[in-house]
């Protein structure tokens, strides 16, 4: 009796956990099934809306262990880099629309219903710290990527900091002065600006050549599954935070599960987004599809003392998050509330 009581409130109290979306929330909430010890650093994301940028990372650090190669990302690089692309846009946007406002003027902000990131109380602002997965691999592509031991400070991204850039980007009177002013209040690292290089391991690299050895035998395929488009294509998927439109290959829910599981099996991570369920616009459909809320790595297959399989994830909350910072989701679970995934296709280096 016990035990058949025991099992629904764990599974609704993992259902309520997992739909808090991206704001930080704590939970002492200790799952039956031990997680097992791991290696990784957990980072928390405090009150960013760049849950994206944490299990994207995640999972190429999981990968690159994966190839014998033990590494930890800073996500403070890739934030701050976005934060100096996000500023810089709305500088030249304000410009070119001629809304130049005093310096004394007072710019009001409220939080999201998430409880992270901000937003302008008018609609001029744009300003954005959310996207999906591909945009993780599209700022590592740009700006390369830097180990998290060449971290000099770190700055929550949130409502003080957005605060912070816009008003700059008010007051500043060039490009070269809104970089300028960028530099005092943005993440600091070791990376020489005059030779953009920094040492690691007695080796030398900037930050894309550092990206390179770690990225060139990781290929990451992004899949969806909604209903009303054709399986086996790719489409712009339809969420808020896909503002560059990236594509995703559709297919069956079944389907993008066995693709997942399969990929653990070998070994490799998925890169997981999840949120509501959508209603099913087909007949005969089981589902619509679902809303991105938050993004987490799957990490490994485990079984209970049953022998059930469950997806044991990593989250970006610390370590104080569920258990040590990892939960165990069901495959009913990722059936219905899945929204998007990414996997890596291992790639070995031409030798020709």
């Known amino acids: 009796m016990h035990n058949s009581l025991h099992k629904p409130l764990l599974l609704a109290a993992l259902t309520l956990l997992l739909l808090s ?27 960013t809306p760049a849950c994206w940028i944490y299990a994207m990372c995640a999972c190429i650090e999981r990968e690159a262990l994966h190839q014998g190669d033990s590494i930890t990302l800073s996500r403070q690089w890739l934030l701050a880099r976005l934060m ?30 998430e409880g992270h990131g901000a937003a302008q109380s008018d609609s001029r602002m744009a300003f954005s710290l959310r996207g999906v997965g591909p945009d ?75 990206a390179e050895s770690i990225m060139y035998r990781q290929q990451w395929e992004f899949l969806a599954s909604v209903d009303y488009h054709p399986w086996g294509e790719r489409f712009a998927l339809e969420v808020e935070d896909n503002h560059l ?17 399969s ?5 490799h991570p998925v890169y997981w987004e999840y949120g509501d369920p959508l209603p099913p616009t087909r007949k005969g459909s089981k589902r619509g599809g679902a809303t ?18 469950w997806l044991l994830c990593q989250n970006s909350y610390g370590n104080k998050w569920g258990n040590r910072g990892r939960c165990l989701i069901s ?19 031409s030798e020709e």
Request: aromatic share 8%; net charge positive.
């Open 21 to 47: 979306a991206c704001r930080k929330e704590y939970s002492n909430t200790i799952l039956t099934t031990d997680t097992g010890s791991d290696p990784s650093l957990l980072y928390d994301q405090g009150h």
């Open 84 to 113: 100096e692309e996000e500023t810089t846009r709305e500088f030249l946007t304000t410009r070119s629309n001629g809304n130049t406002l005093k310096a004394s003027e007072e710019q009001e902000y409220v939080t999201d219903p």
């Open 136 to 210: 993780a691999l599209r700022l590592i592509r740009l700006y390369g990527l830097l180990p998290y031991q060449h971290e000099r400070s770190r700055v929550e991204a949130g409502n003080v900091m957005v605060r912070r850039l816009t008003a700059m980007t008010q007051t500043a009177r060039s490009l070269s002065q809104l970089r300028d002013d960028m530099s005092q209040i943005l993440p600091r690292f070791t990376v020489a600006r005059e030779s953009n290089r920094f040492v690691y391991y007695s080796m030398t690299y900037t930050p894309k050549q550092f």
């Open 245 to 261: 439109h990236h594509l995703y290959l559709n297919m069956p829910i079944d389907t993008l599960l066995n693709r997942t599981v």
């Open 263 to 267: 990929s653990l099996r070998n070994g």
């Open 292 to 309: 991105s809320r938050h993004a987490m790595a799957i990490i490994r297959l485990v079984k209970d003392k049953k022998g059930k399989e």
């Open 331 to 349: 495959k009913d679970f990722f059936l219905k509330h899945t929204c998007n995934v990414g996997i890596v296709e291992c790639r070995v280096k």
